[in-house]
């Protein structure tokens, strides 16, 4: 399924412009991937746990979320996802959760917690609140609907 997501991914973060038949094809399976994460954003939680360092559904969330940034990142696919009925409320309660969490355990949620002076950033977890900051960002980009919400 990662892998999978990965090549979705790939394809939406592509600079050239999409056909009108790529672009429904785009905004239908949007509502799909935004119900996925909606379902499964609380296991990114059990990353703060050690020995659930490489769940399978937490790193599912984890693509789901980047590609749901870049969804958002595209005016064409943007506007419907802005539309979507509890996406903005998800996310941010999701951002709620990860805040508390990484105040409570080592938090590997933003990278400024995360890495020592030698250590790389490995964990699949880091800049995961960054991104859902990032979505929120652009679900309220020029929508007075979702600005008053958050």
């Keep these: 399924r990662v892998t999978f997501l990965e090549l979705i991914m790939a394809k939406v973060s592509e600079k050239n412009s999409f056909t009108s038949e790529e672009m429904n094809v785009f905004v239908r399976h949007a509502d799909f991937l935004a119900d996925c994460f909606q379902e499964k954003c609380k296991a990114v939680l059990k990353l703060t746990s050690a020995a659930d360092a490489e769940d399978e559904e937490a790193l599912v969330t984890i693509r789901l979320l980047d590609i749901l940034c870049e969804m958002t990142s595209n005016n064409g696919q943007l506007k419907y996802l802005q539309t979507l009925p509890d996406l903005l409320e998800t996310a941010i309660d ?13 938090n590997i949620f933003t990278t400024t917690h995360s890495m020592t002076w030698q250590e790389e950033i490995s964990h699949p977890a880091v800049g995961f609140k960054a991104h859902l ?10 929508n007075k609907e979702n600005q008053d919400k958050v």
């Excluded at 999701?94 to 080592?106: C, D, E, I, S, Y």
């Design 133 to 142: 900051i990032r979505l929120i960002g652009n679900l309220c980009y020029k």
């Design 94 to 106: 999701t951002l709620r959760l990860t805040h508390l969490a990484g105040k409570q355990t080592v």
